[in-house]
């Protein structure tokens, strides 16, 4: 079955005015993790996650187009992602990092025990969000009026897997095997998007998603 999403107006100078939030967008690049109690600098080239500009490309695009999309952007804390479920959001969009956390799986842990998003705490460390966590932070309620979630971080699969299980009709994530490339990324979600607000279902949105990447890494999704 197909789901269409029509197209909303947009505020944005005020977008709580709005009746309906079509797209919920969380965002997490933590600098540093939390290691024996003090804090140590992560990896700068595994946070370059531009979620700026990918929002910026997105808006000009929409603006291009003539078509509007209420969008409220905030920080992916487990705390900001049951407050952003709560506004009952259409769409939700996370970027962030997913991986696999090598000490649990040297210690015997499966994969799918090890695997994490990259969300970040209240002090802006990286916080490991487990499926286990995930599956518990998602209130089946909250998410009855959300028909479509993109989780656009690494080998996302098993996360999409834990929204697909707590009802939501449409999922979209990178396959359990691929590393995401950012730029790829945010070029499928613009033109999917685009494809949403003109009135195509999902099904056919993400098949426009994918013609975009025809020249660069169609096999993502």
């Not at 070029?187 to 098949?207: E, I, K, N, T």
């Amino acid at each position: 079955d197909n789901a269409t999403i029509g197209a909303g107006s947009v505020n944005s100078s005020a977008p709580d005015a709005l009746d309906t939030l079509e797209l919920g967008l969380l965002h997490a690049a933590p600098l540093v993790w939390r290691q024996g109690g003090m804090l140590a600098p992560l990896d700068h080239a595994s946070v370059t996650l531009d979620f700026k500009g990918e929002v910026k490309a997105l808006v000009d695009m929409l603006h291009r187009a003539q078509k509007g999309l209420s969008m409220r952007f905030d920080v992916a804390t487990t705390e900001k992602l049951s407050e952003m479920l709560s506004l009952r959001p259409t769409i939700l969009h996370l970027v962030c990092h997913a991986e696999y956390d090598l000490r649990k799986i040297s210690l015997g842990a499966s994969r799918q025990e090890a695997f994490f998003l990259g969300f970040e705490d209240p002090d802006g460390a990286l916080d490991q969000l487990s499926l286990q966590r995930l599956r518990a932070s998602l209130a089946r309620g909250l998410l009855v009026s959300t028909k479509l979630v993109f989780v656009s971080a690494c080998h996302s699969q098993p996360a999409a897997e834990v929204f697909a299980a707590m009802g939501v009709r449409h999922v979209v994530a990178i396959r359990k095997e691929v590393k995401v490339i950012d730029e790829a990324a945010a070029l499928f979600a613009r033109h999917l998007y685009l494809a949403l607000v003109q009135g195509l279902s999902v099904r056919d949105a993400f098949q426009v998603g994918r013609a975009a990447l025809a020249g660069g890494a169609p096999s993502m999704f």
